[in-house]
């Protein structure tokens, strides 16, 4: 029996993640569950698996899930903090992690999960974003086993030479396309996203996904992270790496070899099946999804993204092309801006206005370290709060007008 700690759990990957591993109770044992908050839906899925630990980031919710269990799974025990992540992450009994806590708040335990060693099913994309080579290091140094979890990471993984999933640069290919759905504002003109509310950005064509991702998608954010990530996994520059706009999300990325030809995975847009991919590599497992019927798709339209009008596309390209620490302040500075605009206290196109302002007034610098990371991402984060807070005094963050008031 395989053990897995699914981090993360009570989100889309999370659920996704406890869909499969229900479907072979022969082969793994769910040894923990983790959150950052949700105390009603841990609590369910504690009582449903009744795993060994469960943990919630936040203090006073693993508190108030101890309330709310209240001796009715005596054999899980509850953990709070950063540090019950880290704990569960490293546990002798965990031989699988699912990293799939979002944003910044899930890189300690991808880390620690990557220094022991563990097989790392790699959902939080953050985490190499903010801390690439650190996280490459660690797990190359540990001999952790890394298996990207997002659809694309994974088809890429899935179309790559063996030698190409070590983070080092493969012989004989020539670029990564990666592809985009486009969000649900890809064929919106510019001028009406200013108005366009949380409710239709969240609401993905294709995909589903929690709010914060939602937002990313809809600003093709979410790309540019993943084409940040794409560069560590397979030790590519950002110039081998291709956004291709592609609304079907049936090819879920692909990868161009020297000699012309173009290898593609493609499937239903559901994530099960590169979970399903993970957890059993190098074999293959079912995953309850619905299988891809080519004839019935009809047809597969691929176009170039339009990078005037996705503006947080084009700044992560370039701290792509920088390196250092400014993804991470490029990430800190986006979650601040999403949370806002999610919030309503700023508009869709305020988002990117925001991460400009931040990374053109940040330090910047090498990554010398962890303490590094975590000093860029929370001096990005006081520069985008500030930023935030000029604009509700009155001023506008850029562009004109691109800041409602809180309670719009």
Known sequence: MIGVAVLGST??????????????PDRFKLVALGANRNVAKLAAQVLRWR????????????????????????????????????????LRETDYVMAAIVGAAGLPST????????????????????????????????????????SEHNAIFQCMPPQA?????????????LTASGGPFRDTPREALTTVTPEAACAHPNWVMGRKISVDSATLMNKGLELIEACFLFGLPPAQVEIVVHPQSIVHSMVEYLDGSV????????????????????????????????????????????YEKFRCLSLAQAAARAGGLQPATLNAANEVAVQAFLDRQLNFLGIAAVIEAVITKSTGGKIGGLDDVLAAD????????EQLSAAFGGACVAHGGVVRGAHA
Do not use: C
């Open 11 to 24: 989100g889309s990957i999370g659920e996704s993640t406890l869909d499969v591993l229900a479907r072979h």
């Open 51 to 90: 795993p060994a630990y469960a943990v919630l980031a936040d203090e006073n919710a693993a508190r108030e899930l101890e309330r709310t269990l209240a001796g009715q799974v005596p054999e899980t025990r509850i953990l709070a903090g950063a540090a019950g992540l880290i704990e569960v992450a490293t």
């Open 111 to 150: 880390l620690a999960a990557a220094r022991a060693g563990k097989r790392l099913l790699l959902a939080n994309k953050e985490s190499l974003v903010m801390a690439g080579p650190l996280l490459m290091q660690a797990a190359r140094s540990s001999g952790a086993t890394l298996l990207p979890i997002d």
């Open 165 to 177: 999933r070590t983070g080092e640069p493969a012989p004989g290919v020539r670029k990564i396309l």
């Open 263 to 306: 290898l593609a995975q493609l499937g239903s847009p559901d994530m099960r099946t590169p979970i399903a991919h993970a957890l059993a590599w190098p074999e293959r497992i079912s995953s309850g999804v619905e299988f891809l019927d080519l004839v019935r798709a009809g047809r597969l339209d691929f176009r170039a993204p339009d």
């Open 378 to 385: 929370n001096e990005a984060r006081v520069l985008a709060r």
